[in-house]
């Protein structure tokens, strides 16, 4: 019996989506391990995991350019040090758990739990096997902090390895193996069911708008969206999904009312139906979490990008963009006529669908856990 222990952070990004992906695949599929998943920042201090996570969600949603500020210095600069400090502390702590539980691989899906683990192996106090799982689209230092004591390293593209090798990273630890999400994105579904499970016409288009969650952003700009998808496009159907945001719910449901499009517009709250719904829809309309679209890459759905996060999210709209599989719409921009170049053209959407095949990694997942779990397997080879 093989133990495995899976760091996440559960504030920022899609870290907790990728570990959670990454312990159903291995519990579904190999009998012979032991699997435990453990927030780090978490464990190691709930106060202070809690003013973590409503810091950043504050930042994220009040004062944007104060969170982008943060993660530029944190990459380098003197906040970089200020965090590197800390895990060096903080791992004092996780020492305990690991020595509790003696896992014989770590896989962290947050550059913290890299970290510190990092730390721990330079130190002695751990021999096992650290696999790091990256969760957006472009590097930042903080997930290479000690990267020398980290075995595997597993990035979602090409130029991610390039960067990681030109910062002084081994190439033989580096896999493009596209970030982990859940099988069920794989699978096939009928669009007649899934339609009239939510009451959509199967013979017309289907735009899934995820409207940003909690963080609310660019309100403006979400509503103008949708009124302009309202009224540009008579037969479109749209399935938005507001998230942990009920003005924005409210927002959705009172333009509905206005409208009178209770027909074609579908306003969620929430659903565990993503899979289904990708597979059905057109493009998507989202945040560019490293998560989300990496679930509209798997499911082969060009993107329309609104309010992203400063920082990481940004970064990532930027690679988006440059690999033609989404189209940013910016703060100023003129969201109608952004939609209309979008449909003026009829190669435009089919062109970056196709981007989107050559960009995805299908069964990510399923290549992470083979990649580590099959070298426990032959434990000579580990």
């Given amino acids: 019996m093989k133990k495995i222990l899976i760091f996440y952070g559960s504030y920022g990004g899609g870290h907790l989506s ?11 599929n190999y009998s012979d391990t032991e699997v435990k998943l453990v927030d780090c920042i978490e464990y190691i201090n709930k106060p202070l995991n809690k003013l973590l996570a409503d810091s950043y969600n504050e930042a994220a949603k009040k004062a944007p350019w104060a969170w982008k500020r943060a ?6 600069g003197l906040t970089s040090k200020v965090v590197t400090t800390s895990n060096k502390l903080f791992s004092i702590k996780l020492n305990k758990l690991l020595q509790d539980f003696m896992p014989d691989l770590i896989i962290s899906t947050h550059p913290f739990g890299t970290q510190m683990c990092g730390i721990l192996k330079k130190k002695g ?24 004591y980290c075995d595997y390293f597993f990035v979602s593209n090409n130029q991610m390895k390039s960067d990681m090798i030109d910062y002084g990273v081994s190439e033989n630890k580096i896999y493009v193996s596209g970030i982990p999400v859940s099988e069920r994105f794989q699978e096939n579904f009928s669009r007649e069911e899934i339609c009239k499970e939510f009451d959509l016409n ?22 103008m969206m949708l009124r302009a998808l309202i009224r540009l496009f008579s037969k479109l159907q749209v399935v938005a999904i507001s998230g942990k945001n009920p003005k924005m719910k409210a927002k959705f449901e009172k333009l509905v009312r206005n409208t009178d499009s209770y027909e074609r517009i579908k306003v969620l709250e929430f659903t565990d139906k993503v899979p289904e719904l990708m597979s059905i829809s057109s493009f998507v309309i989202t945040k560019p979490g490293g998560l989300t679209s990496t679930e509209s890459l798997t499911s082969h759905l060009p ?20 690999k033609g599989v989404a189209i940013w719409i910016k703060k100023n921009d003129n969201v109608a006529r952004a939609l209309k170049t979008l449909y003026r053209d009829p190669q435009k959407l089919p062109l970056m669908k196709e981007n989107t095949i050559a960009l995805a990694k299908p069964g990510s997942t399923k290549t992470i856990c083979e990649i580590l779990l099959e070298n426990i397997k032959n434990w000579g080879d580990f």
């Fill in 303 to 322: 993107m329309i990008i609104i309010n992203p996060i400063p920082g990481q999210e940004e970064e990532n709209a930027e690679f988006l963009v440059e």
């Fill in 125 to 148: 106090k751990i021999n096992c096997k650290l696999a790091t799982v990256l969760t957006d689209f472009h590097i930042h230092g903080q997930w290479l902090v000690f990267h020398e």
């Fill in 202 to 223: 199967p013979n017309e288009q289907i735009i899934l708008f995820f409207a940003g969650g909690e963080f609310g952003l660019g309100n403006k700009t979400t509503i």
């Fill in 71 to 76: 993660y530029h210095s944190s990459n380098h």
């Fill in 18 to 28: 990728a570990a959670r992906s990454i312990e159903n695949y291995i519990k579904n």
